[in-house]
């Protein structure tokens, strides 16, 4: 098993930026790769990013490249997700994810094995 906590969401004004943050706990993190999901009320899980075990292989979606960056820093157990240029539409509740096809960056939720509880993200005009 794989315990994964989000944490960094609040409320921000449009065009600003936040850091999240996801930390496992349970078995070895690099044996994972990690994404990062949201989901928008009334609205299907979106993938956002997602990064290898290594971070030699990373994957975005359209509608947040160039603003959203995923890292990960082995040595804590964390992947991070950088949002900038925040938009109002980017408003939902931010999911961390992990994938056992650690070689690759997996863009479908069913790649992945493992869920966090959640983090929202609120971005007003």
């Known amino acids: 098993q794989v315990q994964l906590l989000e944490s960094g969401g609040g409320l921000v004004q449009t065009g600003g930026s936040l850091r999240l943050s996801c930390t496992a706990s349970?078995?070895?993190?690099?044996?994972?790769?990690m994404g990062w999901f949201r989901q928008a009320p009334g609205k299907e899980r979106e993938f956002l990013v997602a990064?290898?075990?290594?971070?030699?292989?990373?994957s975005t979606a359209d509608s947040v490249k160039g603003r959203f960056t995923i890292s990960r820093d082995n040595a804590k157990n964390t992947v991070y997700l950088q949002m900038n240029s925040l938009k109002t539409e980017d408003t939902a509740v931010y999911y961390c994810a992990a994938s056992p096809k650690r070689h690759n960056s997996p863009r479908s939720g069913p790649e992945y094995a493992y869920w966090g509880q959640g983090t929202q993200v609120t971005v007003s005009s």
């Open positions: 349970g078995r070895t993190f690099s044996n994972y790769a």
């Open positions: 990064i290898s075990w290594s971070g030699g292989s990373t």
